[in-house]
């Protein structure tokens, strides 16, 4: 991937006469599930999310060694009891301060939805305390130009809140204006839809709970756990809703990426479509639907990302658990 480069292109003299173009970074909770080439651009930062779990803990920052290892030691993903300590504002803004205030003059935050987490206000509170000190640093080191940090509630989870992060960084390395920027970014938050297929009902009823999030009914976790129906719940605007139930994995699986397949046909507002995966995903590489989707994907001009799902995702959605996400206006919801 090329470096993000500055939406003005025109560089000014700072007074340590050294002449630099402007920088945007890009930072992403590590709940967020963006493609490998997004995680290496060195203009984009994770905030991790330590995550405890009995006696052990675990840093959920998209490294792959550290996912392993929760996979290892959790059955595959299982994490029913686990905690997420996600930095406070104080942390935040120590970690803003480190990363960019030299080197940047602007930095976008995407995080996960604020109505099922305190990360975005941790990262927006955070993000004020830092700009004073960042101002100061900048200041002592000469550096006049403006800096400008935007945190942005993607109103939403996992694969969803990486439809947003990718398509900003396409916008940014194609030197879009900053206000077409701002009006087509909350276009993309407010059409992103994002589905969850968990494979343990019981699981993902206990772990939503935690989330303040009531969409699987404890009804439905025991007429599920005795028929193996399988859930598929729509994210959207920071709320949550089930759209559908199946019997077994393979069909829930099948219409979904079906349903993604005839969204993609009808067209996305960003060309990325997001598939994380709790478990191998050699799992979900296997599925004929996804090779058909994986095709009409590629003659439509959109990328299809199929990840493994970060720890954070994977403790909440449950081993076996996956999330698809597009942002596009879909003629039904309910399948």
Request: net charge neutral.
């Amino acid at each position: 991937m090329h470096a993000i480069t500055p939406t003005d292109p025109a560089t000014e003299q700072d007074a340590t006469s050294h002449r630099r173009p402007a920088r945007t970074g890009l930072v992403i909770d590590a709940s967020c599930d963006v493609a490998p080439d997004f995680i290496a651009h060195p203009d984009v930062a994770v905030i991790p999310i330590p995550i405890r779990i009995g006696t052990a803990t675990y840093v959920d920052q998209h490294d792959a060694d550290a996912t392993s290892r929760y996979m290892r030691e959790n059955a595959n993903g299982e994490g029913v009891t686990g905690q997420s300590i996600p930095l406070d504002a104080a942390q935040m803004s120590a970690f803003f301060l480190e990363r960019f205030a030299l080197d940047y003059d602007s930095v976008f935050c995407l995080t996960i939805t604020a109505s099922r987490s305190p990360i975005h206000d941790a990262a927006r509170h955070g993000s004020t305390l830092a700009m004073n000190a960042i101002r100061t640093a900048r200041q002592a080191s000469g550096i006049t130009r403006p800096f400008q940090f935007r945190v942005i509630d993607t109103r939403n989870m996992f694969a969803g809140s990486g439809i947003p992060a990718m398509a900003l960084m396409d916008m940014l390395q194609a030197q879009v204006p900053p206000k077409d920027i701002r009006d087509s970014l909350q276009r993309i938050i407010d059409a992103t839809h994002t589905y969850y297929a968990p494979d343990n009902l019981g699981y993902a009823r206990t772990r939503s709970r935690v989330r303040g999030d009531r969409s699987i009914k404890l009804f439905s976790v025991l007429l599920g756990s005795a028929l193996n129906i399988k859930p598929i719940i729509l994210g959207r605007q920071g709320d949550t809703q089930p759209v559908g139930k199946f019997r077994g994995r393979d069909e829930a699986w099948n219409r979904l990426f079906a349903h993604a397949e005839a969204q993609v046909r009808r067209g996305l507002y960003a060309p990325h479509l997001i598939i994380s995966y709790a478990g191998p995903v050699e799992d979900v590489l296997r599925v004929e639907a996804l090779a058909r989707l994986r095709r009409t994907c590629e003659a439509e001009g959109v990328r299809l990302h199929v990840l493994s799902m970060s720890i954070t995702g994977m403790m909440n959605i449950g081993p076996g658990g996956l999330t698809l996400a597009f942002a596009g206006e879909t003629q039904r919801d309910h399948f």
